[in-house]
């Protein structure tokens, strides 16, 4: 009886310990070794990887989410970013449709500089309010990001939701 006790007890803190604190469902947050390995709340995106490296971008596969999903991976200590700035970040940007990459400041070298007067409006939309040192992942559905009209040679196809991992580097 003892032992059945003992076990269920055991069970029940593995439990708990498991279901974390995120208020979005995700478990989030980066562990002892600053790895930022989540699966990312309803969306089941799965992002991997250090705050301070590129991370790796994992799809769930099935039907985008239909509104701006903006969910913190690792919440900064620094400034809170207010609308309108201007925002130094390093970032990764995936089609949902493909799970490709399309873009990455990281494969560049450096972070990159952008006001989010002069963004993609899930940019605009999803930034305001992430904290320098942090990361966040946001889905962005077509009609927030290029609709039927992407950039040429972007490899972004006409009706696409993006993904996006951005590391929050400074704000001005």
Not at 30 to 57: F, R, W
Not at 81 to 86: D, E, F, L, Q
Not at 104 to 121: K, N, T
């Amino acid at each position: 009886m003892l032992r059945s006790l003992g076990a269920l007890l055991l069970a029940a803190g593995l439990l708990v310990a498991g279901c974390g604190n995120s208020e979005d469902g995700q478990d989030a947050g980066p562990n002892q070794e600053g790895s930022t390995d989540v699966t990312a709340g309803d969306t089941g995106v799965q992002i991997e990887g250090a705050l301070d490296a590129k991370p790796t971008i994992n799809l769930p596969g099935g039907e985008p989410p239909a509104e701006l999903v903006s969910t913190d991976i690792a919440e900064g200590e620094g400034e809170a970013v207010p609308a309108g700035a201007t925002v130094t970040t390093h970032y990764v940007g995936v089609s949902w449709s493909t799970g490709q990459e399309f873009d990455s400041s990281w494969d560049r070298g450096q972070p990159a500089e952008f006001p989010l007067s002069r963004v993609i409006a899930g940019w605009t939309e999803g930034i305001p309010g992430m904290k320098i040192g942090g990361r966040r992942l946001l889905v962005i559905p077509s009609e927030l990001a290029y609709g039927q009209t992407p950039p040429p040679g972007a490899g972004i196809a006409p009706g696409e939701t993006l993904v996006f991992v951005i590391d929050m580097v400074s704000v001005a």
